[in-house]
């Protein structure tokens, strides 16, 4: 059976419209005032000092329909409410956009958005999507098809009341920029971002940047190998008490500043493959215990290297006075001195391979004049100064050739 050409046209297009429905609280003063339901950008940023263009410049009367409290209005992106109370928006789109970037951006009076319906398949920019929603307090995203987004820059920036958000279905392999993305989500609490893949990810420059109610935030997940820019990262994130950073990889990340700016309850950190820029930001900023991978607190010790671009692998290769925590290998020549190798002064936790031919002792005290261990200790101690001194000593037992 043939199909008039409007009919046929109606029905292809059925089947690619997204839906989004809109909820807007208008109050006494927005009354014939224009409100806002898409892309503010011009007059957010204009607030701000800024000016962007159009990205939904695409959109027209043509393939986008528009319904406020179930009658259909010409196609626009803002009305001018007769009278206070709730408004339900509903936006039909008759085509494909893969650029939602700002989309609904400086919609202050938005207080829920229902996006079940909004086909995000081939969506690749979604930065600055939901900017500016002050009033959104809960986004369902659990519908969002996200493989193919490769920007997330400030998605969720000033979302000031946003107090729970699921990202559970969000598939970030291909993202590459997150800077900004939590920005200003001032009432946040907790954010669960384990199922996020960041190994693609450059840029994470505030991206948590002052969430000052954060108090628990999941990064096991963190593939941070290729990141660069972590300036700003968890600036004023002024309630945040602990913070797993042991899955960090920072060897690339050459902007650390201000990483911890006023994180002032901040009490746990614990870090592995650190550099010694995110040590120095944590002792700058915080007075936060900073455990390594072996449990130790590393927070008092001087972590520092005369090259501070050190970056400090598994073994943790540093010159550490008064360390009490060394498990290492120490074949060295001592002579003359009772210095180890510089690195090692009063040193109360030494299980070293020694090859002295001696058996591991609690308590080794020696009485010799001449202070001088050879590497292998194989001195015959007869009528020397170096004499095996066993009368002060209650707890030496050891076999020495």
Same mark, same amino acid.
């Given at each position: 059976m043939k199909y008039p050409i409007n009919e046929y046209l109606n029905k292809i297009n059925e089947k690619n419209k997204n839906e989004i429905k809109l909820l807007l609280k208008i109050e006494k003063e927005d009354i014939n005032n224009d409100i806002y339901f898409l892309d503010n950008t011009d007059g957010y940023y204009r607030n701000i000092g800024e000016h962007h263009h159009d990205n939904l410049k695409e959109l027209n009367e043509l393939n986008t329909e528009i319904f406020i409290n179930n009658k259909k209005y010409k196609y626009a992106k803002s009305f001018k409410p007769e009278k206070e109370g709730l408004y339900e928006i509903k936006i039909k789109f008759n085509l494909k956009i893969k650029d939602y970037s700002f989309m609904f951006s400086g919609c202050s009076k938005l207080s829920n958005i229902d996006l079940s319906s909004f086909d995000t398949k081939n969506v690749t920019n979604m930065s600055h999507m939901f900017s500016g929603c002050c009033n959104l307090t809960n986004i369902d995203l659990s519908s969002f098809d996200t493989k193919n987004v490769t920007n997330m820059i400030g998605m969720f920036f000033f979302c000031c009341n946003l107090a729970n958000i699921d990202l559970s279905s969000f598939d970030t392999k291909n993202v590459t920029n997150m800077s900004g993305m939590f920005g200003y989500c001032d009432n946040l609490a907790n954010i669960d971002l384990s199922s996020f893949d960041t190994k693609n990810v450059?840029?994470?420059?505030?991206?948590?940047?002052?969430?000052?109610?954060?108090?628990?935030?999941?990064?096991?997940?963190?593939?941070?190998?290729?990141?660069?820019?972590?300036?700003?990262?968890?600036?004023?994130?002024?309630?945040?008490?602990?913070?797993?950073?042991?899955?960090?990889?920072?060897?690339?990340?050459?902007?650390?500043?201000?990483?911890?700016?006023?994180?002032?309850?901040?009490?746990?950190?614990?870090?592995?493959?650190?550099?010694?820029?995110?040590?120095?930001?944590?002792?700058?900023?915080?007075?936060?215990?900073?455990?390594?991978?072996?449990?130790?607190?590393?927070?008092?010790?001087?972590?520092?290297?005369?090259?501070?671009?050190?970056?400090?692998?598994?073994?943790?290769?540093?010159?550490?006075?008064?360390?009490?925590?060394?498990?290492?290998?120490?074949?060295?020549?001592?002579?003359? $001195? @009772?210095?180890?190798?510089?690195? %090692? !002064?009063? #040193? &109360? /936790? =030494?299980? +070293?391979?020694?090859?002295?031919? *001696?058996?591991?002792?609690?308590?080794?005290?020696?009485?010799?004049?001449?202070?001088?261990? $050879? @590497?292998?200790?194989?001195?015959? %101690? !007869?009528? #020397? &100064? /170096? =004499?095996? +001194?066993?009368?002060?000593?209650? *707890?030496?037992?050891?076999?020495?050739?």
């Open positions: 450059t840029d994470m420059s505030c991206m948590f940047y002052n969430c000052s109610n954060l108090t628990n935030i999941d990064l096991s997940s963190f593939d941070t190998k290729n990141v660069t820019d972590m300036s700003c990262m968890f600036y004023n994130c002024s309630n945040l008490t602990n913070i797993d950073l042991s899955s960090f990889d920072t060897k690339n990340a050459t902007n650390m500043k201000h990483m911890f700016y006023d994180c002032s309850n901040l009490n746990r950190v614990k870090v592995n493959n650190i550099s010694s820029n995110i040590i120095e930001e944590l002792l700058e900023y915080t007075n936060a215990n900073i455990i390594d991978q072996f449990g130790n607190n590393i927070s008092n010790n001087n972590y520092l290297n005369n090259n501070q671009n050190n970056y400090f692998n598994n073994n943790y290769i540093m010159n550490n006075i008064n360390n009490n925590n060394f498990n290492n290998n120490m074949n060295n020549n001592m002579n003359n $001195n @009772n210095i180890m190798n510089n690195n %090692m !002064i009063n #040193n &109360n /936790m =030494m299980n +070293n391979n020694m090859n002295y031919n *001696m058996n591991y002792n609690n308590m080794m005290i020696f009485n010799m004049t001449n202070n001088m261990m $050879n @590497n292998n200790m194989n001195y015959n %101690m !007869i009528n #020397n &100064n /170096m =004499m095996y +001194n066993n009368q002060n000593n209650n *707890m030496m037992n050891n076999n020495i050739n």
